[in-house]
């Protein structure tokens, strides 16, 4: 048993927790309100190949393991939780299904780019009908001679409207259910794709979700990924290693917000005291160092048995359960203890636990972790 | 061409504690860090070996087994190669043994160009060592370089002073200690950070590798010691605050100056 990290592991968290003060936190107050997607950060990132750590070399990425890239993602939300999603989404939800299901041409063609951030890439499952009950897809995808038709409308698909690629789940058989839906690479150029509204949201703003509208969007036939009727199975598994990403976004977002209080509790004095000689503070701030390290291991088990090729669906759930939950928790009292202070745009508080928020909702609600944790133990 | 950069492990002094009673750095816990002015030469090293054709970089440091960190790291930002010169017979040097150890290391290596060094390292704050390991190996050198350019088998550098700037151009093989106006150091790759753990990517050698004089290493060798340090007691001088409309205060600063013989 060994609880620490790899030396390539530590360099990367120094890297990265040294890239994240210098490009990300800077502007993350700033793009939080205007909205505005961080292109050049994105591009920064690739140039250091930070988009596609956990992808093999000869597939364009930095031949990493899932821990490093979990690391990765938790720097980054330490700063930005919108940073950290687009890391996120395009790592887990666009380059891993290419990688695991695509054939070798379709990884030259579109892993290649996207991991080495060249492209940056989409999964767009959720429909207005079909959040939760994913099962429930009304897209549609017809074979017509070498090409697919699509048909239908996806809802707030993250990197939307700013990505190159597309992972796109559609019926190819609806008299099959689960068994009739498949995946495809749809490229944004594709005729017949646009992208419709782009959501106003409470946190992670300056992360792009929008709505995608196939509308006889024709998609090349040697575009389906994996074979007809593996879309469910390509959706469930790909969104197994997403919650590792989201998960690592919310356990960053914590220990974010946690520093940031640490070195706040120092400083500002009541009573002729510093708060952080406040007994009754200072338990709440052991609490939330114990949430957050608790957290912090359920994340890099999940990552480490993926790396391994052990079983890890049921571990993301746990890790994405818990962190998510403990973002939530600990922005809430860290901002309490920032008082007034914590509720202004002066102080990062307001933001983190915005961003907070989202990570208990998307890739699964706390309620679908509940569900696939609680499957896996009454089985 | 050859470049060689000499690099320093040191702990990270925004961190760091003194220790109020022996007067020395409290380690324990202190992330070690590539000394900031050595980035700054590495990065240039870098740039060289991109804009130019067959240019090799070499980092090279001495230190303890744990300086391989600093190495690697700097391989991962691009460095071809990497020596760690770690041997007991070192320890204790102070700045005329240690530029003389890497002095004869970079003799060893042989065939360079130009060595580029970090200003001061943050621990020691000498600034002594490049410019001594330029006269071990009677070479040229321009210190505090905050702009370089290379032409031919020359180098032109502007070499910062206090207010203002010489500009300088020197002939090759030559040695420059870099400050941090000189550029901004690069991230290191995350697939550099793979690269860079590969197997022996960091070659150690001893004093006898290199083939060095015994008697000019370690504590031996060093015509300095350190005795003692401490942190010097706060200046308890009592201040004048002087009264009156702000011409009035002006007057009496100028008389005061005066009577000093200040002005």
């Not at chain 1, 990197?159 to 689960?178: E, V």
């Not at chain 1, 994405?320 to 509720?343: E, H, I, N, P, R």
């Not at chain 2, 300086?67 to 071809?80: C, Q, T, Y």
């Not at chain 2, 420059?176 to 070659?203: C, D, F, M, Q």
């Amino acid at each position: 048993m060994d609880f620490n990290l790899t030396k390539e592991q530590q360099m990367i968290r120094r890297i990265m927790r040294d890239f994240t003060e210098k490009e990300v936190k800077p502007i993350a107050a700033d793009i939080d309100k205007t909205e505005e997607f961080p292109r050049k950060t994105v591009e920064k990132m690739s140039s250091h190949d930070m988009m596609g750590i956990s992808i093999p070399i000869e597939y364009g990425g930095a031949g990493g393991d899932e821990v490093a890239y979990a690391i990765a993602v938790e720097e980054i939300s330490r700063a930005c939780g919108a940073t950290g999603v687009i890391l996120s989404a395009h790592t887990s939800l666009a380059c891993w299904p290419i990688w695991k299901y695509g054939t070798e041409e379709q990884k030259q063609r579109y892993l290649v780019p996207l991991a080495k951030g060249t492209y940056l890439g989409a999964y767009g499952l959720t429909e207005p009908g079909a959040g939760t009950d994913a099962a429930g897809q009304q897209t549609t995808a017809v074979l017509n001679g070498d090409k697919y038709i699509l048909n239908g409308t996806k809802i707030f698909i993250t990197n939307g409207g700013q990505s190159d690629i597309y992972i796109i789940f559609a019926m190819t058989d609806r008299s099959k259910g689960t068994r009739g839906i498949s995946a495809f690479i749809v490229e944004k150029d594709s005729p017949g794709f646009s992208i419709g509204k782009i959501e106003e949201k409470m946190g992670i703003r300056a992360s792009s979700t929008a709505e995608l509208i196939f509308q006889d969007c024709i998609v090349p036939r040697e575009n389906l990924l994996g074979k007809e009727g593996e879309g469910f199975k390509i959706a469930m598994t790909t969104l197994d290693g997403g919650r590792i990403g989201i998960a690592a976004q919310a356990l960053g977002i914590a220990s974010g917000a946690l520093d940031e209080t640490i070195k706040y509790v120092k400083e500002r004095e009541q009573f002729g005291r510093p708060l952080s000689k406040f007994q009754g503070l200072q338990w709440i701030i052991a609490d939330m160092a114990t949430e957050i390290e608790a957290a912090r291991l359920l994340v890099y088990k999940a990552a480490y048995n993926k790396t391994n090729n052990l079983p890890y669906g049921k571990e993301a759930a746990m890790a994405k359960l818990f962190a998510s939950q403990c973002a939530m928790d600990v922005t809430t009292k860290c901002l309490q203890l920032f008082g007034g202070y914590g509720y202004t745009k002066d102080y990062p508080m307001e933001r983190m636990m915005r961003d907070a928020k989202i990570t208990e909702i998307y890739e699964g609600t706390s309620q679908v972790q509940q569900m696939v944790i609680s499957a896996a133990v009454l089985k | 061409m050859n470049i060689i950069v000499c690099l320093k492990q040191v702990p990270d002094t925004n961190e760091v504690r003194i220790d109020p009673v022996r007067g020395t750095l409290i380690r324990d816990g202190v992330p070690s860090i590539i000394n900031p002015d050595d980035k700054n030469a590495l990065e240039e090293a870098l740039k060289i070996k991109e804009e130019n054709e067959d240019i090799k970089v070499t980092v090279l440091s001495m230190g303890p087994p744990q300086a391989d960190m600093a190495l690697r790291e700097a391989l991962a930002m691009g460095a071809d190669e990497a020596i760690l010169l770690s041997d007991r017979a070192f320890s204790g040097s102070d700045t005329w043994a240690t530029s003389k150890a890497l002095a004869t290391a970079i003799d060893h290596i042989g065939n360079y160009s130009i060595i580029l060094c970090g200003r001061q390292a943050i621990d020691g704050d000498t600034a002594q060592v490049g410019p001594q390991i330029a006269e071990h190996l009677g070479i040229p050198q321009i210190t505090y370089v905050e702009e370089l350019e290379i032409i031919g088998d020359k180098v032109v550098a502007k070499r910062a002073i206090e207010d203002g700037y010489y500009v300088i151009e020197g002939k090759m093989p030559i040695l420059l200690t870099a400050i941090k106006e000189l550029n901004e150091p690069r991230y290191p790759s995350i697939r550099g950070v793979y690269k860079a753990h590969e197997g022996n990517r960091v070659k150690n050698w001893s004093a006898q590798d290199i083939k060095a004089d015994l008697s000019n290493l370690g504590l031996k060798g060093s015509p300095t010691q350190v005795n003692k340090s401490f942190t010097p007691p706060g200046r308890s001088g009592e201040g004048e605050i002087l009264s009156g409309s702000p011409k009035e205060k002006a007057g009496q600063l100028v008389l005061k100056l005066k009577g000093k013989y200040l002005i």
